[in-house]
């Protein structure tokens, strides 16, 4: 079955360095997101990315964050200068279409040092 | 963000039981959807619901789009170990999906 792979599964940074997060979403997928969810809360919307733009963002998603989809397969997440409280596990999502289901890979967890 | 209030926050309960949770929102949604968390991992989808009124299995779950479309029910049936997890709700607008708070199953041998 296919499925959403993002990378690293885990990454430790010190405050104030760059981190890119990847995702390859499933193949015949257009819409593309990125969620966070900080330890034992809910998952909250970061950003969604359809046909090479971001078509919405929460206002989480600020001037720090950045998506882009380098190829015809890739879709990654930058932080430009990571804080303490961006310490979150990061999921990438994809759907065929905004309205359907939405299918999430394992998750990134960064700690930010 | 929208708001979805989830509930239970969390549940214990004894194998063999039925268990039963909702979500409801002020806002009406397209689509509700129903995922399973692991600790450490990724959310699963579990259902998916479309139409106002639909109720929808998979197994021994069932799920309904409530038919004012501000809210959704996910009933699991003869619970079992491996059912222990954090289930989530989201629902859509039509952007994007916004998550309930989620509820934790214990289930009890």
């Known amino acids: 079955e296919p499925e959403v792979t993002q990378t690293p599964s885990h990454q430790v940074t010190q405050m104030g360095q760059e981190v890119i997060l990847r995702c390859v979403p499933i193949s015949n997928h257009l819409y593309f997101y990125w969620y966070r969810q900080i330890l034992g809360q809910k998952v909250e919307f970061l950003v969604s990315?359809?046909?090479?733009?971001?078509?919405?963002k929460s206002e989480i998603f600020d001037d720090q964050f950045s998506v882009e989809r380098p190829d015809g397969s890739n879709f990654t997440l930058k932080i430009r200068s990571t804080k303490l409280e961006d310490s979150a596990m990061y999921f990438c999502?994809?759907?065929?279409?905004?309205?359907?289901?939405?299918?999430f890979g394992e998750g990134s967890w960064l700690t930010v040092v | 963000g929208q708001q979805l209030n989830q509930s239970p926050q969390s549940m214990f309960i004894q194998e063999g039981e039925d268990v039963s949770m909702n979500c409801t929102s002020s806002s009406i949604f397209n689509t509700w959807l129903w995922y399973k968390q692991d600790p450490g991992e990724g959310p699963v989808l579990l259902i998916a619901?479309?139409?106002?009124?639909e109720l929808t299995s998979n197994g021994r779950l069932t799920a309904q789009f409530g038919i004012t479309r501000k809210d959704s029910f996910l009933n699991i049936s003869a619970s079992i170990p491996s059912d222990v997890g954090i289930y989530f709700c989201?629902?859509?607008?039509?952007?994007?999906?916004?998550f309930g708070t989620g509820t934790s199953l214990t289930v009890i041998p």
């Open positions: 999502a994809s759907s065929v279409h905004p309205r359907n289901t939405i299918y």
């Open positions: 619901l479309y139409k106002a009124g």
């Open positions: 989201a629902g859509s607008t039509g952007n994007q999906f916004y």
């Open positions: 990315f359809y046909n090479n733009e971001i078509s919405e």
